[in-house]
């Protein structure tokens, strides 16, 4: 059963306008939600994170959204640059501080920005 | 400083043979996770170790095994191989407990092929 769905496998968009990628989880005890970038041949690095108490996280051109009511989250690239193509995943942390903390991944998003 | 070092990068085993995976975390970093990613399940979580011990661990058979060196450096193992086991295996890095909070570096993974 996944916890964290990323339902589009795939986006493409045109340079300079807005990406919008979207995750929808199912745990309302997820306290943090992170989104990370992965290019083919690498590991993912982070890119942007919030809070389960915060509805907004912006850096640059990054900003993440939080609806806890609908227990979705969705990240926004403005503007959207070819070196963004990458897949992007959603994270969410589960467990309580202690042994059983870990994070529960999406499926990815794979972005394309056209020029 | 050097990122998260994962060897080796590539490695073709048969069915039923037995493989070890290498990671090095960032100088100073304490926590190393395992995850395995297929393109069907995206990454899932194998297992944590925090100061030599294991701290968490996913839902994976007993074939999955780790451990984790007094410098930081971790190891995983798989015991006879099966074909659902070929995957990319990433280890990323943390400087306390793997938790959102600290954050996490990724390597680039060793992408097993079990023929």
């Known amino acids: 059963d996944q916890q964290v769905k990323q339902n589009s496998p795939s986006l493409s968009v045109q340079e300079g306008r807005i990406s919008i990628l979207n995750c929808d989880y199912t745990?309302?005890?997820?306290?943090?939600f992170l989104w990370y970038k992965k290019y083919p041949a690498e590991g993912p690095t982070f890119l942007i994170s919030?809070?389960?108490i915060k509805d907004k996280n912006e850096d640059g051109r990054f900003t993440v959204f939080l609806n806890k009511s609908a227990k979705h989250l969705s990240l926004h690239i403005v503007p959207s640059q070819p070196g963004d193509s990458a897949v992007y995943f959603c994270a969410a942390q589960t467990g309580n501080a202690g042994n059983n903390r870990k994070l529960i991944w999406g499926l990815g998003t794979s972005l394309a920005v056209n020029p | 400083k050097a990122g998260v070092t994962q060897t080796p990068r590539y490695l073709i085993k048969t069915r039923g043979q037995q493989v070890t995976l290498s990671c090095s975390p960032i100088s100073g970093h304490r926590s190393v996770s395992w995850y395995q990613q297929t393109p069907g399940q995206g990454l899932q979580f194998l297992f944590e170790y925090f100061s030599e011990t294991q701290r968490n661990k996913g839902n994976f058979p007993g074939r999955f095994s780790g451990r984790q060196f007094s410098n930081s450096r971790s190891e995983m193992n798989v015991s006879t191989l099966e074909l659902g086991d070929s995957a990319l295996y990433l280890c990323?890095?943390?400087?306390?407990?793997?938790?959102?909070?600290?954050?996490?570096?990724f390597g680039s993974g060793t992408r097993l092929t079990v023929v």
């Open positions: 919030i809070s389960s």
């Open positions: 990323a890095s943390s400087l306390g407990r793997a938790t959102a909070n600290y954050g996490y570096t």
């Open positions: 745990n309302s005890m997820f306290d943090y």
